[in-house]
């Protein structure tokens, strides 16, 4: 199994900014990359970004390219989500998870809990 805790969530105001987190513990050589999910209030979960492990590789959610950037830390099995801009609709529950990436597509395997992310107007 692998274990994953977010950090980081928070309230911000319009065009603020946050460094989300996210700490991997246990079985973490059974995953080939880790990634960022949001599911705001009544809509679906979606993809934001995601990096691959040990080979260079980032995977964006189309809308969320120049605001949001991905980066990890192998040795720590942390990643990180810096939100830039930050908007009202950006308000969702963040989760973190670990799986694989392809060129245009993904599958996860494990799911943190979430942080709250909310934008002020």
């Known amino acids: 199994q692998v274990q994953l805790v977010e950090s980081g969530g928070g309230l911000v105001q319009t065009g603020g900014s946050l460094r989300l987190s996210c700490a991997a513990s246990?079985?973490?050589?059974?995953?080939?990359?880790m990634a960022w999910f949001r599911q705001a209030p009544g809509k679906d979960r979606e993809f934001v970004a995601g990096i691959k492990r040990r080979a260079s590789g980032t995977l964006y959610a189309d809308s969320m390219k120049g605001r949001f950037t991905i980066s990890g830390d192998i040795a720590k099995n942390t990643v990180y989500l810096q939100m830039n801009s930050l908007k009202p609709e950006d308000t969702a529950v963040y989760y973190c998870?670990?799986?694989?990436?392809?060129?245009?597509?993904?599958?996860?395997?494990?799911w943190g809990q979430g942080t709250q992310v909310t934008v002020s107007s």
């Open positions: 246990g079985r973490t050589f059974s995953y080939y990359a």
């Open positions: 998870a670990a799986g694989w990436i392809g060129t245009n597509n993904y599958g996860m395997d494990y």
